[in-house]
């Protein structure tokens, strides 16, 4: 099973921009698809993006397409996310998971989890 490990997040006010980082190990990267998922006080876990094995096609929820961006580098066993324009209600701890192939956005098939990165966006 591949052990995944976000990183990058922080505190940043509306309108910045973050780039999270998430590091593969025990296994290689390009066997898994991958997803960012967020999770904020009181709310359920939901999809953010994601991307297939070999980057080929990515998924955005509407709530960040335009200001978000997926991208991975196989060969550093890395996936990243570009966050431009944050906003206070992105405000989340966000995850990266992976997954064999891609079929759906939801977390309950998604068999690998990071410990997720605080996100903060101030008004």
């Known amino acids: 099973q591949v052990q995944l490990v976000e990183s990058g997040g922080g505190l940043v006010q509306a309108g910045g921009s973050l780039r999270l980082s998430c590091a593969a190990s025990?296994?290689?990267?390009?066997?898994?698809?991958m997803g960012w998922f967020r999770q904020a006080p009181g709310k359920e876990r939901e999809f953010v993006v994601g991307?297939?094995?070999?980057?080929?096609?990515?998924y955005y929820a509407d709530s960040v397409k335009g200001r978000f961006t997926v991208s991975r580098d196989n060969a550093k066993n890395t996936m990243y996310l570009q966050m431009n324009s944050l906003k206070p209600e992105d405000t989340a701890v966000y995850y990266c998971?992976?997954?064999?192939?891609?079929?759906?956005?939801?977390?309950?098939?998604?068999?690998?989890w990071g410990q997720g990165t605080q996100v903060t966006v101030s008004p």
């Open positions: 991307i297939s094995r070999d980057g080929g096609t990515t």
């Open positions: 025990g296994r290689t990267l390009s066997r898994y698809a």
């Open positions: 998971a992976a997954r064999d192939w891609w079929t759906s956005r939801a977390p309950a098939d998604f068999t690998s």
